[in-house]
């Protein structure tokens, strides 16, 4: 007999279950060349990591870099996802594909690079305007509340005196 989560796994075509006999992570997206853009966001920011380097305000990630759009999102046999959409086509790709792109990017190493959630959400959502995405705010502001909370920018903040 099979559990709920080997049924649920089966439908979706997700690994939402863990353990042996689960599938690896299957990413929506591959990038098919190197991508850099650059930000007043990223300015005085150094790093260099195996898929992505930060270097004076450009974030570059290497061409193979995999990562999964705007989550969360399920796929459906195969033939559609279930979840935060990727918004329409914008050039040949979703309206979210470069901001989904660079902010899994920051959120993957969020304890390494020195970016501040606040930068790291402002970010994402300039680059979803810049595409004219009509949700950008609704998708940064989901972000900012749903989105990982703890950033290497953050711990380097001087802390604020107390009040007396």
């Avoid at 705010?137 to 802390?159: C, I, K, M, T």
Wanted: aromatic share 12%; charged share 15%; glycine share 10%.
């Amino acid at each position: 007999m099979k559990t709920l989560a080997s049924l649920i796994r089966n439908l979706l075509g997700s690994d939402i279950a863990t353990g042996p006999g689960t599938p690896p992570k299957c990413w929506r997206y591959r990038l098919e060349q190197h991508y850099s853009y650059s930000s007043p966001h990223l300015a005085g920011i150094t790093w260099a990591g195996e898929w992505a380097t930060i270097y004076e305000g450009t974030i570059t990630i290497r061409r193979g870099y995999a990562w999964d759009g705007c989550t969360p999102a399920w796929p459906v046999l195969g033939l559609f996802y279930l979840g935060t959409p990727d918004g329409a086509q914008h050039l040949g790709k979703p309206a979210t594909y470069h901001a989904s792109l660079v902010h899994d990017v920051l959120c993957q190493w969020r304890l390494e690079i020195p970016i501040t959630r606040a930068a790291s959400v402002a970010l994402f959502r300039d680059m979803l305007r810049e595409t004219g995405f009509p949700l950008s705010n609704v998708y940064a502001g989901a972000v900012a509340w749903l989105g990982p909370q703890r950033f290497a920018g953050d711990q380097l903040q001087p802390s604020k005196p107390a009040r007396s």
